[in-house]
């Protein structure tokens, strides 16, 4: 895409492409967005140590993320409502990370379904789950991602009770949008995000959408969703889950080191620290300050991965150093898809993957493997 260099190029694009309340869906927190903000700023507090005269004349970025091959260590995250910020989205998206070499998580917020993703793919993707008090519904969706082949499963688990999101709330978030005076005005500028949608295979929930009630005439997602999710789940379900599911199972959403140790103990794969991007429990710490610690619990018994406030290359060489196996992206994929479709969503991974190779040059390393906390200014030699 002509003159974007960066990923807060594509925000300040996808900003003024997509309708407001999709948009600030995607880049907003919940209550002050004091995690939010954390989450970014903290990345930018870590220093990175330069090194010179070190042969770093061929560079490697490719890893392994659950034994899967990667192109980098970084793959999408789930981001729900993907297929509002362009029509067709999550397939758009999935198309960019195939062809870019990384995986692609599908969200059961999804626009596009399932099915509709593994109809227009030619590779397996991941397929995210929140788990709803119909334990048959959930059950239901874990078929059908089995039948899709998708080759990994990640359960998001800190999303039991809804982050008061003020943004959604004032916006009147709903799936499709409902038709006010405000609504229509936004969207008649911007007609090129109206088509896209519009041609789109879907316009609501396509997990969801004749699945489960009360779908139909939703006030607004936060009270849907407040209606439907489950705050009994437990680390029993997890185990249900194991059960029921045959593939990688992946847990998302934990940032505290006794949570850790129950998910190294529960038959999971992996695990994501995340505090959801900062739209869940507002005054959490940012993700990256609770990932050493997680790291040092229980790193060497399961893959350990990142996610939260990555906007470039520099961020994923920062939660590498700091212990990460790899990395997951939200925001930033939603920024490209909101700018550009699956050309904006593969800018995105390209500018990363860039911004990282650069990065491993100038700190004098050639291989993933080869970036731990040597990397950082801070680093100390005497420290084990």
């Not at 982050?163 to 609504?183: C, E, F, S, W, Y």
Request: charged letters at 20%.
């Amino acid at each position: 895409m002509k003159n974007v260099t960066c990923i807060d190029d594509l925000r300040e694009i996808a900003r003024r492409r997509v309708p407001r309340a999709f948009f600030e869906y995607a880049d907003c927190g919940s209550y002050t967005q004091e995690t939010l903000r954390a989450n970014h700023a903290d990345l930018e507090k870590i220093k990175l140590r330069q090194r010179v005269l070190v042969d770093v004349d061929k560079r490697d970025l490719s890893t392994t993320m659950l034994g899967e091959p990667m192109a980098l260590p970084v793959a999408l995250a789930p981001v729900g409502l993907t297929g509002m910020q362009h029509g067709d989205g999550e397939i758009l998206a999935c198309n960019a990370a195939h062809a870019a070499g990384i995986q692609f998580t599908l969200s059961t917020m999804s626009i596009c379904s399932i099915e509709d993703v593994a109809a227009a793919v030619k590779k397996p993707f991941w397929f995210q789950l929140y788990v709803m008090r119909d334990r048959g519904f959930a059950k239901s969706l874990v078929e059908r991602a089995i039948a899709a082949k998708c080759s990994a499963l990640v359960l998001t688990v800190d999303l039991q009770i809804l982050g008061q999101r003020h943004r959604d709330i004032k916006n009147g978030m709903t799936v499709p949008p409902q038709i006010t005076l405000a609504n229509v005005l936004d969207v008649a500028t911007k007609p090129a995000w109206a088509m896209s949608v519009l041609m789109g295979k879907r316009k609501t929930f396509g997990n969801l959408d004749g699945h489960v009630k009360g779908m139909s005439g939703v006030a607004s997602l936060s009270q849907w969703i407040a209606g439907q999710f489950d705050p009994a789940l437990s680390w029993k379900d997890v185990e249900w889950i194991r059960s029921i599911w045959p593939g990688k199972l992946i847990l998302k959403g934990i940032t505290d080191v006794e949570d850790a140790r129950l998910a190294a103990k529960s038959g999971a794969h992996a695990l994501v620290v995340s505090n959801h991007g900062g739209r869940q429990l507002d005054g959490a710490p940012s993700s990256i300050s609770a990932l050493p610690p997680i790291v040092e619990a229980i790193g060497s018994e399961m893959e350990i991965w990142f996610d939260g406030g990555i906007r470039s290359g520099q961020d994923v060489l920062r939660a590498l150093a700091l212990g990460a196996k790899g990395c997951m992206i939200g925001k930033a994929a939603a920024y490209g898809l909101g700018a550009g479709g699956q050309a904006g969503v593969a800018a995105a991974i390209d500018i990363i993957r860039k911004e990282l190779d650069v990065t491993m040059a100038l700190t004098g390393v050639t291989r993933i493997d080869q970036i731990d906390r040597r990397v950082l200014a801070d680093w100390d030699s005497n420290r084990p």
